[in-house]
């Protein structure tokens, strides 16, 4: 299994992801960009793009904020994803770079790439489908599902496989049901599942330690996690194949 950070250049900037394949496995196979939470590219992201490689996968974990920074509080992170967030075409510029690097490795077929978000990061493929972008499918684990992004049939060209927190007070009700008539009026072939009593970040072991600490409202379902995680595996394997 090959496990490695993996730098590439956006406007001169520094850009410092993390990729992950079986190097024993012959011949492209599917890509899985990995888009992190808003803390930044962590130790836990890298550990889903292992799991993935060794699904046969190439993922790749990508870095949006650049030399794979890493927030300490909420209110950093907060700064860190509204500083790229907020600047016009910044979140796609460096989405499609990374996507460009994955295509390029050798272990890829570009035909077959996907995109997998936690948080921030789900919000981030979501839209990225959103704009048309050739991606076969999204995984969202408890993504921000709203968006600013107008769609009509046809913009998104692959399927959708969303998991919500039942009890996630960042995703009301009303967002997941704005986002289930978006999909619906645009021919979206999409899946939603909710978990009864999950918080927000319930697939990250870690969200119940940062939840207590600073007092936000975050926490890790074990059960949710798990289920979330073989139906992502099953949505891939139906996807391509």
């Given at each position: 299994m090959k496990s490695e950070a993996l730098e590439y250049t956006i406007?001169?900037?520094r850009y410092i992801g993390h990729i992950a394949y079986d190097d024993s496995q012959g011949g492209p196979r599917p890509g899985i960009i990995l888009v992190h939470e808003w803390w930044g590219l962590n130790d836990f992201v890298r550990e889903q793009a292992e799991k993935l490689a060794a699904e046969g996968y190439t993922a790749f974990a990508i870095d949006m904020y650049g030399d794979a920074r890493q927030a300490e509080s909420p209110d950093e992170a907060k700064s860190m994803m509204l500083a790229v967030k907020d600047a016009p075409g910044e979140l796609e510029k460096r989405y499609r770079a990374a996507l460009e690097v994955l295509k390029s490795h050798d272990s890829?077929?570009?035909?077959?790439?996907?995109?997998?978000?936690?948080?921030?990061?789900?919000?981030?493929?979501?839209?990225m489908a959103r704009?048309?972008?050739d991606l076969k499918g999204v995984v969202s684990f408890h993504g921000n599902l709203g968006t600013e992004i107008a769609i009509r049939p046809g913009d998104?060209?692959?399927h959708l496989q969303i998991y919500a927190g039942g009890a996630d007070a960042m995703i009301p009700p009303s967002q997941v049901a704005a986002f289930v008539e978006e999909m619906q009026e645009a021919g979206v072939r999409f899946d939603l599942i909710s978990y009864p009593g999950a918080q927000h970040g319930f697939t990250n072991p870690g969200a119940t330690a940062?939840?207590?600490?600073?007092?936000?409202p975050v926490?890790?379902?074990?059960d949710a996690a798990q289920d979330a995680?073989?139906?992502?595996?099953?949505?891939y394997r139906r996807l391509f194949g």
């Open positions: 406007d001169g900037q890829v077929d570009p035909e077959r790439i996907a995109s997998q978000g936690y948080c921030f990061g789900g919000a981030v493929s979501l839209n704009l048309g972008l998104i060209r692959g940062k939840g207590r600490k600073f007092g936000f926490g890790y379902d074990a995680w073989e139906g992502a595996l099953a949505f």
